[in-house]
């Protein structure tokens, strides 16, 4: 199963791709850049900075908490907290997951699926998109045209 994230609410199809790695499918996502989250860019950081200013002085990678600021990092995250990892079925389900920033040469084949009900209709403004937060923490650059 290949999901194409452009403009979907990142959330929903992150709670859509859960439900299909319970069931047993492999599901590759890909675009996740361009899935938004429905709320403006400064709205989202005061949200996340608590959690992304919690670190050790000891030895911060490995006793720091994992904060994922790509993409794909962010999206896999949001996957996982809605999987039952510490049970063996999930486990199973979030190794069946791949996600994927544009669109890899071999899915290039398979036709992506947009589910309606994840798509974002609310007005430009108020979104964000995972790369414009990737750009913000610094992980992407993004090359206006």
């Given at each position: 199963?290949?999901?194409d994230a452009t403009g979907?609410?990142?959330g929903r199809l992150a709670s859509v791709t859960a439900k299909a790695l319970v069931?047993?499918?492999k599901v590759a996502v890909v675009n996740v850049e361009k899935a938004v989250i429905s709320k403006p860019i400064?709205?989202?950081v005061k949200w996340l900075q608590p959690w992304y200013g919690i670190?050790?002085?000891?030895?911060p990678r490995r006793y720091s908490p994992r904060k994922y600021m790509t993409p794909e990092g962010y999206f896999r995250t949001s996957v996982r907290n809605m999987l039952p990892i510490d049970q063996m079925k999930g486990r199973e389900a979030y190794k069946r997951l791949r996600v994927y920033e544009g669109v890899p040469q071999e899915l290039s084949s398979f036709v992506a699926e947009k589910k309606e009900e994840v798509l974002w209709h609310g007005?430009?403004?108020?979104?964000?998109t995972l790369l414009e937060l990737a750009a913000y923490y610094g992980r992407k650059r993004?090359?206006?045209a």
């Open positions: 199963m290949v999901l979907a609410i990142e069931e047993g499918k400064d709205s989202v670190h050790s002085w000891i030895n007005k430009e403004g108020h979104s964000t993004v090359e206006h």
